[in-house]
């Protein structure tokens, strides 16, 4: 287990290492079309002055930090900071349990770019498969368990964190497990299969005394972070409406997304709710009412089980109104606007794992500036991980806690009883409060 330090460092927030463009385009408002040309290129370069590279975290037991600025001179092109990771022996370790889709293709080589992170276990049912993944990621053949033996994790002083990447339904009793074996616990979204398991699984964490973090990649993802502090900022004036659409389409009727034991659910808790939740992100609100259509192509093999479209929408205090959609059975579309008094903010691939597009509009007098605001892309899967080992660190709330899956799930049970009534649900429960812990030392 790593030593963890006694005071907090300073935080060196990443967002000041952003670089940010803008490309403006100007467009008439009554439908003229106006030519597609740049009419200027802003470069909103940073105005606070900043250190080229901030100082290392200090590892225990190395008294002096550790700073990278002697190796940029002032003649040198004014990039981002040089990367200042954690030494290996300082950061925190990972048993990543499940290496299905998830594991293999993006959160095992993400941990290879952490910079406070490090795979240091592996939990599988496949003993084959484990033993060249372990040869592949230099893991220790002791460090490798099946799920009969994942209750020993807690004899493993190298593993700090225990990552759950299992279908939905496992969720539970591998949080569980986790946290009785004295661990901290990362899971998968979406966190269980109902408000009641994910009441357990916090309770459970609590009465360990371990951290619990939703890994809700999109909450630690720059062009997201952007959108909210520009719709927090009210630049565009009051967000009114939200329409937003997570969407794909499915084709082995066999997998487990596919049966209501395993899945929970259908594409609602899989990736709607990357719609329910993002929007409760940018707008920092939670919704008091709901109302949902739902639709399952009849005798389509897929959707015997769970349902394949949900379509729904959320009334939130400010007056704000989310419609959301999603379809397990249509061509790839990932998107939300915000349509706000004075423009709207745009994104496109919004829950994707990279190529997200952040585009603005906004009125000036008879003339519509657009832009597109560029932002350097991030491996969300790093970032979401270095910011929970940063709560292991400095023994912080993480950004996404149990209650932040825990009110999801809340509001799914709600957008299923309204499709299931056909009349709008209320949310009266009290939402626990302090939702989310500090803001992700990251870019937003
Ligand atoms: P997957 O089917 O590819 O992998 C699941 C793993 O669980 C496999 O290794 C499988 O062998 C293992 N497993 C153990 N017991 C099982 C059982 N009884 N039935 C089926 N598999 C069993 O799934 P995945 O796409 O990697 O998804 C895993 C989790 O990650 C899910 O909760 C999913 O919602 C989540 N996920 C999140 C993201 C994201 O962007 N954050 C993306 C994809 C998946």
């Known amino acids: ?140 053949p002791e460090s490798c368990y099946s799920y009969e033996t994942y209750d020993q994790l807690k004899n493993n002083q190298e593993v700090d964190v225990i990552y759950i990447i299992l279908p939905n339904a496992l969720h539970k009793e591998y949080v569980v497990r986790g946290a009785k074996a004295g661990k901290h616990i990362l899971c998968e979204k979406p966190m269980a299969v109902s408000s009641k398991e994910c009441k357990e699984m916090i309770a459970a964490c609590n009465a360990a005394k371990v951290k619990l973090m939703v890994a809700y990649r999109i909450q ?82 897929l959707f015997t089980e769970v349902e394949e479209l949900m379509s729904w929408q959320m009334r939130f205090p400010s007056g704000v109104i989310a419609s959301c959609a999603t379809d397990y059975n249509v061509h790839e579309s990932r998107r939300y606007r915000v349509l706000c008094e004075k423009g709207w903010l745009n994104m496109d691939k919004a829950y994707a794992y990279k190529g997200q597009k952040l585009s603005t509009a906004r009125a000036e007098g008879k003339m519509e500036r657009q832009e597109e605001i560029g932002l350097s892309e991030t491996n969300q899967f790093a970032a979401e991980m270095d910011h929970f080992s940063d709560c292991i660190l400095k023994n912080k709330r993480p950004f996404t806690p149990g209650e932040e899956g825990l009110q999801d799930h809340i509001l799914m049970e709600a957008i299923y009883e309204s499709a299931r009534t056909g009349k709008p649900v209320k949310l009266t429960h009290k939402v626990t409060q302090p939702l989310r812990g500090p803001e992700p030392e990251i870019a937003g």
């Open 220 to 301: 630690y993802q720059p062009h997201n972070r952007k959108l909210r502090e520009l719709l927090q900022n009210k630049t565009f004036g009051a967000p009114k409406l939200i329409e937003a659409s997570n969407s794909q389409s499915s084709a082995n009727p066999a997998h487990w997304r596919h049966k209501k034991t395993l899945a929970g659910g259908g594409a609602l808790p899989d990736i709607g709710l990357y719609c329910l939740n993002t929007n409760r992100f940018i707008l920092g609100e939670e919704p008091t009412e709901v109302f949902a259509y739902q639709y399952s192509t009849p005798g389509n093999p």
């Open 1 to 140: 287990m790593i030593n963890r330090p006694t005071m907090d460092a300073e935080p060196i927030s990443r967002k000041d290492f952003l670089s940010i463009t803008g490309k403006s385009v100007a467009l008439g408002v009554a439908g003229t079309l106006a030519a597609n040309s740049l009419l200027n290129q802003n470069v909103l370069a940073q105005t606070r002055p900043r250190p080229l590279s901030p100082p290392a975290k200090i590892p225990a037991g190395v008294e002096e930090p550790i700073v990278l600025e002697a190796w940029k001179s002032d003649v040198d092109q004014q990039s981002g900071p040089t990367p200042t990771p954690l030494p290996p022996d300082s950061r925190v370790g990972y048993a990543v349990v499940g290496l299905g889709h998830l594991a293999l293709e993006e959160v095992l080589p993400a941990l290879s770019s952490c910079e406070k992170s490090k795979l240091t276990a592996l939990v599988s049912g496949s003993p084959e498969k484990m033993k060249k993944v372990a040869a592949q990621y230099g893991i220790k």
